[in-house]
């Protein structure tokens, strides 16, 4: 059998069985989600980590291209208590290494008691412990990958539904899900993806109608062109964010960003709006959260476990943003309406400005 280890930041080695072969080093995390691994393997924002699935068996309904949000595998390596042939096979042609046979709980117990930690992997005929130990040395803190956005964003401008007769989207795309996208694309925009380090030059010659800054892996203060398009654009144009993108955005706008204890990864994650005292069921998959909104901010919606921002809207701008992904995908549909109101942000300000001042 193949051997599989797990060399975690507090001293604990941990021995599983080999499902795809190959060493990797990330941060540790853990997501509850008991279906959507096609989408939780292919989301951007799990770039440099190691995902563990709390729930037992993953892969009970094969692998799908059609559900995938983007065209590769982002984490490092991939854990469970079992893993279906198929998402072995998968992980193995994208050339990620996926351990199971381990005791899950254990390793979930241990990130919510220790936090999200560094972690080294080994997996192969003749792999050893020192081998995941090595991994384990190598490993970088989340926020000292100061260019993760390189890693996961376009390199040039791209467009999608040129043709759509909706609102001009600018998306800065810091490793963007593919269903952002498509949200965008069924509300009839026409979406610009842009670099996540796009210049303030290139967002103006387009002239968008909302500037919207996507989800994505790592430190929020690693995004410094994403941060200053916002602090450029927000009192012309209305802007939106997810996830990082709510992060982002408050960074630009005055507020903090800090990392949690292990984050929120799961797909039932309780939101409670402030103004309705509506419940919803969220998708979510972030480590860092915002700490203080700041005086141009306000939180209107909260994570009901433990009160930390869900929902931030502008003060005195057009602002919309959510920490968690109203695209769902995977995960509960609630939601959606969100992309709604950032078209609907987009359009009033699109229309105020087609009226000549003087009229
Ligand atoms: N899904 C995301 O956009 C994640 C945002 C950020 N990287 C975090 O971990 O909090």
Same mark, same amino acid.
């Given at each position: 059998?193949?051997?599989?280890?797990?060399?975690?930041?507090?001293?604990?080695?941990?021995?599983?069985?080999?499902?795809?072969?190959?060493?990797?080093?990330?941060?540790?995390?853990?997501?509850?989600?008991?279906?959507?691994?096609?989408?939780?393997?292919?989301?951007?924002?799990?770039?440099? !980590?190691?995902?563990?699935?709390?729930?037992?068996?993953?892969?009970?309904?094969?692998?799908?291209?059609?559900?995938?949000?983007?065209?590769?595998?982002?984490?490092?390596?991939?854990?469970?208590?079992?893993?279906?042939?198929? &998402?072995?096979?998968?992980?193995?042609?994208?050339?990620?290494?996926?351990?199971?046979?381990?005791?899950?709980?254990?390793?979930?117990?241990?990130?919510?008691?220790?936090?999200?930690?560094?972690?080294?992997?080994?997996?192969?005929?003749?792999?050893?412990?020192?081998?995941?130990?090595?991994?384990?040395?190598?490993?970088?803190?989340?926020?000292?990958?100061?260019?993760?956005?390189? !890693?996961?964003?376009?390199?040039?401008?791209?467009?999608?539904?040129?043709?759509?007769?909706?609102?001009?989207?600018?998306?800065?795309?810091?490793?963007?899900?593919?269903?952002?996208?498509?949200?965008?694309?069924?509300?009839?925009?026409?979406?610009?993806?842009?670099?996540?380090?796009?210049?303030?030059?290139?967002?103006?010659?387009?002239?968008?109608?909302?500037?919207?800054?996507?989800?994505?892996?790592?430190?929020?203060?690693?995004?410094?062109?994403?941060?200053?398009?916002?602090?450029?654009?927000?009192?012309?144009?209305?802007?939106?964010?997810?996830?990082?993108?709510?992060?982002?955005?408050?960074?630009?706008?005055?507020?903090?960003?800090?990392?949690?204890?292990?984050?929120?990864?799961?797909?039932? !994650?309780?939101?409670?709006?402030?103004?309705?005292?509506?419940? &919803?069921?969220?998708?979510?998959?972030?480590?860092?959260?915002?700490?203080?909104?700041?005086?141009?901010?306000?939180?209107?919606?909260?994570?009901?476990?433990?009160?930390?921002?869900?929902?931030?809207?502008?003060?005195?701008?057009?602002?919309?943003?959510? !920490?968690?992904?109203?695209?769902?995908?995977?995960?509960?549909?609630?939601?959606?309406?969100?992309?709604?109101?950032?078209?609907?942000?987009?359009?009033?300000?699109?229309?105020?400005?087609?009226?000549?001042?003087?009229?």
């Amino acid at each position: 059998m193949t051997e599989a280890y797990v060399a975690l930041e507090d001293g604990r080695v941990l021995e599983g069985r080999g499902r795809a072969p190959g060493t990797a080093r990330g941060e540790l995390v853990f997501t509850t989600a008991y279906t959507g691994y096609e989408e939780s393997l292919t989301d951007p924002s799990y770039e440099e !980590q190691v995902l563990t699935f709390s729930y037992p068996l993953i892969g009970n309904y094969g692998v799908r291209e059609e559900r995938f949000e983007d065209d590769r595998v982002h984490p490092r390596a991939a854990i469970a208590k079992e893993f279906t042939a198929d &998402v072995a096979e998968w992980l193995e042609s994208e050339g990620v290494p996926a351990i199971d046979h381990l005791d899950t709980r254990e390793v979930v117990t241990e990130i919510r008691d220790g936090g999200a930690m560094k972690c080294g992997i080994a997996v192969g005929e003749d792999v050893t412990e020192e081998d995941a130990i090595a991994e384990l040395e190598q490993c970088e803190a989340m926020s000292e990958h100061t260019e993760i956005g390189a !890693q996961v964003s376009v390199d040039e401008h791209e467009v999608y539904g040129a043709d759509n007769e909706g609102v001009d989207v600018a998306l800065v795309d810091c490793g963007a899900k593919g269903s952002i996208v498509d949200s965008l694309l069924a509300r009839d925009a026409t979406v610009h993806v842009l670099p996540h380090d796009a210049a303030v030059a290139d967002v103006e010659s387009l002239d968008p109608d909302v500037l919207f800054i996507s989800n994505g892996p790592g430190d929020p203060v690693n995004y410094e062109e994403a941060i200053a398009l916002v602090e450029a654009f927000v009192e012309d144009t209305p802007v939106a964010g997810i996830c990082l993108g709510q992060q982002i955005v408050a960074e630009a706008l005055g507020g903090t960003t800090e990392k949690m204890d292990f984050g929120h990864r799961g797909v039932n !994650q309780p939101v409670l709006d402030l103004e309705t005292g509506q419940v &919803v069921m969220t998708t979510q998959n972030h480590g860092y959260t915002v700490a203080d909104p700041g005086e141009h901010l306000e939180v209107t919606q909260i994570n009901v476990n433990d009160d930390t921002p869900e929902g931030i809207d502008g003060i005195e701008y057009d602002v919309i943003t959510r !920490q968690y992904h109203p695209e769902a995908n995977p995960g509960p549909e609630d939601t959606l309406d969100f992309f709604d109101d950032v078209l609907a942000m987009a359009s009033e300000r699109a229309d105020a400005r087609a009226v000549p001042a003087d009229d």
